[in-house]
């Protein structure tokens, strides 16, 4: 007798009152003759070949045209036996597992892929929504602040990670873009935030305990914030994989120091002038190449970042070479942050009678970021819901349909690439201005993988997932000095494993609901 | 502009095409048969090199003096272990993404591409590693002043390299596993329905360009003499440039290709700069997308609706 799949609802309250119907022991019956002899063959063909690819890289090390056998060698993810007998034991109980009931019912439920999208509508009950996530972020807050007082931790890191928070409530606030005749859903809150963001760290700094070096992490922190958001565009939203985003990065920085050697160009005139060329080198980049089938893309961006690095290393009389090129620091109005007056420049602490402190520059910097942050967040959450980001999301799901449709896949590729030029050319400047020095070791491979590392753990297309994956990813390290070997190792592994199992980030990107009257006016 | 500079420099150049040909056939075969860049390949070829390293020093301690002999031994063990990684990386990690977007995959060839890099780093150390040279010498032509040399590690790359192409031109033609390769190749859902594996197919092509990229990281090995964990990076762009420029897809094209770049890489290092030699393969890359996008024996790729 098979079990029926039954539509009522009855019939189902039935089946689950009445436990040992036939249908359910017939089927348990044909369970329990568990295959163990093929789960044991499976696992042992497994567990060898694992050991025959792990096996030569790790036990035998090279020493000078010789070699060292080292069959228990430690830690234990470095010898292939090892990880060959794991796989093998892993192996031989998942599918033993996976052949009894429980582990079937598992699979069906855990294991199937999500299809579909969720729909999220950010203006619903945003009040509510809203003292739950400031009630969450001043328990957090307080526990660290708390942690910090009580000597656990240090002050100023407590102080920095307050200070994550409050950067991700408030653009947790920033997300929600606006709509036609809506007011935003927190109300006045969102300013109010936004401000408390800008006073916070003032007032940290006054007690002393937001200094130069957690400041210079954060501003970094910041940076590849920026940077994420810029990539999560080319990527997320427009599907474009691009693995040379630091070329524009290095775009920035470079614009900023070489132009303040040359043409004497000041913070300000960089800030504005390098995002544009930044984007200017993408579109030139970017037009010819998006033409065409979307996979050139990657290899092309690749090769266009190391040109770009290759470049800056190798021609010395202009770039500075593998010694780099200084940077200069950021002027308020002509006001400096120099102990001395050099010229006719007036130092800041001189001109507001305060004593100099060389943290004045970083704290600056810090806040000038946040709110650049914010906008660039501001501008492309209201972007997405326009019909260039709409056009975006569309041509990333099917191009052919799209073309169809009359949407002109070029430009609309190359808007969404240049724009994450510009803003990668933004976070330039302030690398650039941050450091106080560029050199092209700041620019390789590595940090376009960091930064693509971040888009894809934040879940491509989730602004605020690649927020929190920014900080996540950045600051970690600060913690995990021990680790930092192997970093990169993790980041590989993470882009692997997500892509297997939660291809739409830890946080899934939701898409902004979009109201019946609102298409039709 | 010299003559014996531009031989020299032409020798040199179809000495490393030839590697880069190598290389390009695993880029240009998986290309080909699922339409995605193995970003890894690269330095799967890293992988072979090491393992050449390993496998030479063990056979060496074991007694085998007969120069030929080891380096035939290692070439042997050196592609069974690499053909394996390539069996292995595709097994466990593209075969569960086949069925999804694009993107997936790309990402996921990267994150293999920074395991494998920083896996060996970790477990063979940092430090450049060495094979002593076995194979020294050669021959010089012309006078006394002007003169180029041709070195015996060269013809025995180019003479091994042909070998391995024209064993699977014969393999891809005239065997029924290379009708199923190019069956699969040229429609997918169609030689499922005929009956043939297609993921056993896909496999196998990701063990024969493993296998081809044993047989160039064995000649690079033994002709270079030292190389580090991150060699597969820029040989593994310049080899896909090289499968670009032949046409992606083709196996003739990959060789030609791979020949091609060489040559203009040796004589623009020669003649204009060698620190920009990288800039200028990348350019090549990038400008032959731009113009001619289908390479010089690829197929225009038409899209279907």
């Known amino acids: 007798m098979s079990h029926i799949p039954t539509s009522t609802g009855q019939d189902v309250a039935l089946a689950s009152v009445v436990p040992k119907s036939p249908a359910v022991d017939g089927a348990s019956a044909t369970r329990s003759s568990i295959d163990f002899k093929h789960s044991l063959k499976d696992a042992m063909v497994a567990g060898v070949l694992t050991m025959l690819v792990f096996s030569p890289i790790t036990n035998f090390i090279l020493q000078q045209y010789s070699f060292k056998v080292d069959w228990f060698r430690t830690p234990l993810f470095l010898n292939g036996i090892s990880i060959g007998l794991l796989v093998a034991f892993v192996r031989f109980f998942v599918s033993v597992g996976i052949q009894t009931e429980t582990g079937e019912r598992f699979t069906q439920k855990y294991l199937t892929a999500q299809k579909g999208v969720e729909v999220e509508d950010e203006h619903a009950d945003g009040m509510q929504r809203l003292k739950k996530i400031l009630l969450w972020a001043a328990i957090a807050a307080g526990i660290f602040m708390a942690l910090g007082l009580s000597g656990v931790i240090y002050l100023g890191t407590a102080a920095a990670v307050v200070l994550v928070i409050l950067f991700i409530v408030i653009a947790m606030g920033v997300r929600i873009p606006k709509r036609r005749g809506m007011k935003h859903p927190w109300k006045g809150a969102l300013p109010v935030l936004f401000l408390v963001g800008l006073v916070v760290p003032l007032v940290f700094f006054y007690f002393g305990i937001f200094g130069k070096s957690w400041a210079n992490n954060l501003i970094l922190a910041m940076i590849y914030v920026l940077l994420g958001l810029g990539l999560n565009i080319v990527v997320g939203l427009a599907g474009l994989l691009d693995l040379g985003f630091v070329a524009f990065y290095a775009v920035g920085a470079y614009f900023l120091a070489l132009g303040a050697q040359y043409l004497d160009i000041g913070f300000w005139t960089a800030l504005i002038l390098a995002p544009v060329a930044a984007a200017l080198c993408g579109g030139l980049l970017g037009f010819p190449v998006l033409k065409m089938h979307g996979d050139y893309l990657a290899i092309v961006t690749l090769g266009f970042g190391e040109i770009i690095r290759l470049v800056l290393v190798n021609w010395i009389d202009f770039t500075g070479g593998p010694n780099g090129a200084p940077a200069p620091s950021p002027t308020i109005f002509n006001l400096e942050f120099i102990r001395r007056a050099k010229g006719d420049a007036v130092p800041i602490h001189e001109f507001l009678g305060i004593p100099y402190s060389s943290d004045y520059k970083f704290i600056f910097i810090y806040l000038l970021l946040f709110i650049i942050s914010m906008g660039v967040l501001r501008v492309f959450t209201q972007l997405r819901v326009m019909p260039i980001g709409r056009s975006w999301e569309a041509l990333r799901e099917d191009e052919i349909a799209c073309r169809s449709l009359g949407i002109n896949h070029v430009t609309v590729k190359l808007s969404a690439f240049m724009l994450g030029a510009f803003t990668g050319g933004i976070a330039g400047v302030f690398f650039a201005t941050a450091q106080g020095f560029v050199s092209p070791m700041s620019f390789n491979f590595f940090e376009s993988v960091l930064i693509l590392s971040i888009v894809v753990l934040g879940g491509m297309g989730n602004a605020i997932g690649v927020i929190i994956a920014a900080f996540t990813l950045t600051l970690l390290p600060e913690f995990l000095r021990d680790f930092a070997g192997y970093r990169v190792l993790l980041f590989g592994l993470l882009m692997i494993l997500m892509m297997i199992w939660r291809p739409n980030g830890l946080l899934r990107a939701k898409r902004p609901v979009f109201e019946r009257e609102e298409v039709s006016v | ?305």
């Open chain 2, 1 to 305: 502009m010299e003559w014996h500079i531009l031989s020299q420099q032409i020798v040199n150049g179809i000495s490393l095409g030839s590697i880069y040909g190598l290389i390009a056939i695993g880029y240009t075969m998986v290309y080909g048969i699922i339409g995605m860049i193995n970003f890894a390949h690269g330095d799967i070829y890293m992988v072979s090199a090491y393992i050449t390293a390993i496998v030479f020093a063990v056979v060496t301690f074991l007694g085998v003096d007969a120069v030929a002999l080891s380096l035939l031994i290692t070439l042997v063990i050196t592609m069974a272990i690499t053909g394996l990684y390539g069996w292995y990386i595709e097994r466990t990690v593209y075969r569960p993404l086949r069925t999804t977007n694009r993107l997936a995959p790309l990402i996921t060839a990267i994150g293999v591409s920074l395991l494998l890099q920083n896996y060996v780093q970790i477990s063979q150390g940092p430090n450049v590693q060495g094979v002593p040279s076995l194979i020294p010498g050669g021959f010089t032509i012309g006078t006394a002043d002007e003169f180029f040399r041709i070195r015996y590690m060269d013809m025995i790359i180019v003479t091994v390299s042909i070998v391995a192409m024209s064993l699977l031109t014969f393999v891809i033609h005239k065997t029924s596993l290379g009708r199923q390769c190019r069956a699969v190749e040229q429609d997918r859902k169609m030689a499922t329905i005929l009956g043939i594996n297609t993921g056993r197919i896909i496999s196998t092509v990701f063990v024969i360009g493993s296998m081809m990229a044993a047989v160039a990281g064995e000649l690079v090995t033994f002709n270079y003499g030292s190389f580090d964990f991150y060699i597969g990076f820029v040989l593994g762009i310049k080899a896909f440039s090289a499968a670009v420029l032949g046409g992606i897809g083709s196996l003739p094209g990959a060789m030609l290709g791979g020949l091609l770049l060489g040559v203009l890489e040796s004589i623009f290092a020669g003649f204009v700069s060698s620190d920009y030699k990288d800039v200028f393969s990348f350019s090549m890359l990038v400008l032959v997308l731009v113009f001619k996008p289908s390479g010089l024996m690829g197929r225009p790729a038409v899209e279907k609706v």
